[in-house]
């Protein structure tokens, strides 16, 4: 939400907050489309919509719609913001003769030179006649109340806030498709329509398919009572098959080389440990082992439990950082802080556990917050897009030329290990997989699908 913070000016704006309102625009949406007119006129240098010319416009649309980029609702709200822009506020009189209805992608045939317009109207067969496809407009009536108790369902049940975010993300993307306050009288065949077109207009990859049909049916089964039929007849999306990004030990070296602070140091532990993200953002004080060289991750991904190996190069700066989280924490005790968030059968048990050193983030974030659940101010452990941004702004300056992210580190472990000789089995054990076929595809990074091979050029 950069762009957000960003402050518009201009003699534009207040009679631009007043045409949207004219065309039923407003709260976060009103936000959008201001940010969407103002980018609009600094691409094309102008202070004020007086001087836009039909020409610029269309060749705006144009590019910006070339972009794969850039979801279809989001062209539209672009299309609807510059529209209200040179109709409502410059008065233009060629503005009248633009044909919007072309630029929304409906009703004319699009060129298709005209990447996401081309995508919307020719790759469906499937009609979704009657659907509001771009989910967006007033909420319709009653939806407010039904996320509500699909928010307080998923609580009761103890997922996490992530896994709360994103069910009441896709049961109100779900119910405004189908223009419903609540899921009562739909059926099957509205859930299998909504997942075929995540898959033809949305390109949505198969997880993210997949995602949405889990929350759906959590909002009807566990919410609602509702039983769902098969869903075998929906158009699935195309698995990509894709090999890990695995760095060479030497371009790790250049990557570590260029990561400095608390992000060196979780970037060291999760390519020394095989962590995920936020199995390292997650780790409390106490789960460092010193003693027996060890960390120890707790409720992983499939809520389990495993050991990793410490990184002996790291043990002092590790050491540093929980005297730094210690004096921390007394700096909030002292404010009369001080608390973390514990599991609740931790809480339950132990009552001043959320105000131990050992229980506090190894990684905690610079500043306290509101815990949603709770209403109390805690300090939470960092935040991922720091690292995550560090890590990929590293591999630019270290001049490596692959899609560096903190997986990678991940990745990059375990070809390393098997690499060294470490038995596949003990990998598995490591990185956490139910399955040994998760782990056998770094054998192929690797070009050992097993057995050794080289290439035929290097014969000749």
Same mark, same amino acid.
Request: charged share 25%; net charge positive.
């Given at each position: ?6 402050k ?33 006129l ?34 539209r ?5 510059i ?29 298709? +030179?005209h ?8 790759? /469906?067969?499937?009609?979704? /006649? ?37 069910y009441? %993300?896709?049961? +109100? ?22 997942? /075929?077109? *995540? ?7 198969? /997880? ?16 609602y ?25 030497? +371009? ?40 027996? =060289? ?8 499939? =809520? ?5 190996? %410490?990184?002996?190069r790291?043990v ?16 909030? *005790?002292?404010?009369g ?19 131990? *050193?050992?229980?506090?983030? %190894? ?20 935040? +991922? ?44 054990? %490591? ?30």
């Amino acid at each position: 939400m950069k762009n957000q913070r960003r402050k518009i000016s201009g003699l534009w704006v207040s009679g631009y907050a007043v045409a949207l309102n004219n065309n039923g625009i407003s709260g976060k949406y009103a936000e959008w489309y201001m940010i969407r007119a103002d980018n609009f006129l600094r691409h094309a240098g102008w202070s004020d919509p007086g001087g836009v010319t039909r020409e610029v416009t269309e060749k705006y649309l144009g590019d910006l719609g070339r972009q794969q980029s850039l979801e279809i609702w989001q062209f539209r709200q672009v299309v609807d913001a510059i529209r209200i822009l040179v109709c409502d506020v410059a008065g233009h009189g060629w503005a009248a003769e633009v044909d919007w209805n072309f630029w929304r992608g409906t009703k004319k045939e699009v060129d298709g +030179e005209h990447a996401t317009l081309y995508r919307e109207t020719h790759v /469906s067969k499937v009609d979704f /006649s009657g659907y509001n496809l771009d989910e967006r407009g007033e909420p319709p009536e009653g939806m407010e109340a039904s996320l509500e108790r699909i928010r307080q369902k998923v609580r009761q049940s103890g997922y996490s806030v992530r896994t709360e975010q994103t069910y009441v %993300l896709w049961c +109100e993307k779900f119910l405004r498709f189908n223009a419903a306050g609540s899921p009562e009288h739909l059926k099957e065949e509205q859930v299998r329509a909504y997942l /075929s077109y *995540l898959a033809l207009k949305r390109n949505a990859a198969v /997880s993210t398919q997949r995602q949405a049909l889990n929350s759906i049916v959590f909002m009807f089964r566990q919410v609602y009572g509702i039983e769902l039929g098969s869903f075998s007849d929906f158009v699935k999306s195309k698995r990509p098959k894709r090999l890990p990004v695995v760095l060479s030990v030497s +371009e790790v070296r250049a990557l570590m080389d260029h990561l400095k602070g608390a992000q060196g140091l979780m970037a060291g532990v999760m390519y020394g440990g095989g962590l995920r993200l936020m199995e390292c953002l997650r780790l409390r004080v106490q789960d460092v082992d010193f003693g027996y =060289g060890q960390i120890v991750i707790r409720d992983g991904k499939g =809520g389990k439990d495993r050991l990793a190996p %410490l990184p002996k190069r790291y043990v002092p700066e590790l050491r540093k950082q929980v005297e730094l989280v210690r004096k921390l924490h007394e700096k909030d *005790l002292a404010m009369g802080f001080g608390e973390v968030y514990v599991p609740p059968s931790v809480a339950n048990k132990q009552r001043k556990a959320a105000r131990e *050193l050992k229980w506090q983030y %190894l990684f905690p974030s610079s500043k306290l917050s509101v815990d949603e659940k709770s209403g109390k101010t805690r300090r939470h452990h960092a935040h +991922e897009s720091a690292v995550q941004k560090a890590v990929k702004r590293a591999g630019a300056e270290a001049g490596i030329m692959k899609r560096v992210s903190c997986h990678t580190l991940r990745h990059s472990f375990a070809t390393h290990l098997l690499e060294g000789g470490a038995d596949i089995r003990t990998v598995q054990e %490591l990185l956490g997989h139910s399955d040994v076929s998760t782990t056998m595809i770094y054998t192929h990074v690797m070009n050992r699908p097993g057995l050794s091979v080289n290439s035929p050029a290097d014969l000749l």
